[in-house]
């Protein structure tokens, strides 16, 4: 029965990380400003979640004001997080901004024994170094003067601020629902980005609809709402190891949808990452 559990688990954080995935591709093929395509992001998964946590009768209550205060800090790292990686994607291309982001699992290892008493496990340090020698041979050279490399920093301290968010909120997943901790932090986001409305505007919304729509329902609060129930079953660093296989599946979506070609490296770099994945996924078992 514990296998079956943990196999189920291991299922559905999988799952989210493909939903998850597809925000490389949409993020690159929709044409609007990034805060504005954030804003929509935020405020129609922010509809959704509502919905689905009245439905299944989801308390929304918070019980502390330290809660709310996290609940707020988590809202803006998200909101850092997905502006910075939007603006990587732009400037780049999909498989370098979703690889220089999935530096986020060595920095959320290094990171979580400072956030809770889980102790420094070396072994993550190999893992680690594996994901990044795959993103090494991932990526392909780039002109230090070009926008690319512009991508990349961009990448890093979206993996930053992702793992910073990873971290604070796994002390509350097990008291919170995680829908309702990710309809808070898309809620106080779209309320945060109201003014990039008037500054920005959001004309080509009218043209763009059914994919900021993926981008909110299937990217944001299933894939995310799935990423956070996993904190439930799993370290920070283990989910965020496992989720490392994100670039392999987006550059895939990139290569049906806008033609982004992947090259030998990809295969190469793609393999090591995959076997991160499968030797954390058995080691989170016996945990």
Known sequence: MKTNSHTNHLLWLTLATIFISTSGALGKYISMPTPVIIWWRSVLAAIALLVFCLYKGISLKIHTRKDRWTFILASILMGAHWITYFYALKLSNVALGMLSLFTFPVITAMLEPLFSKVKFDPMHILLGGLVLL?????????????????????????????????????????????????????????????????????????????????????????????????????RASTASIIGSSQPIFGIIIAYFFLNEIPTIHTFVGGSLILITVLIESIRSKNK
Do not use: W
């Open 134 to 234: 795959g993103i090494y041979i991932l990526a392909p050279e780039f002109d230090l003067k070009s926008s690319q490399l512009q991508g990349i920093l961009l990448g890093l301290l979206s993996a930053l601020c992702y793992s910073l968010r990873i971290l604070i909120l796994k002390g509350h997943v097990a008291t919170y629902n995680g829908t309702m901790l990710m309809f808070y932090q898309v809620a106080v986001l779209a309320m945060l980005l109201v003014p990039t409305l008037f500054m920005k505007g959001a004309a080509n919304i009218s043209t763009q609809y059914p994919y900021v729509i993926l981008l909110a329902v299937l990217t944001t609060a299933i894939g995310h709402t799935l990423f956070v129930n996993s904190l439930k079953y799993f």
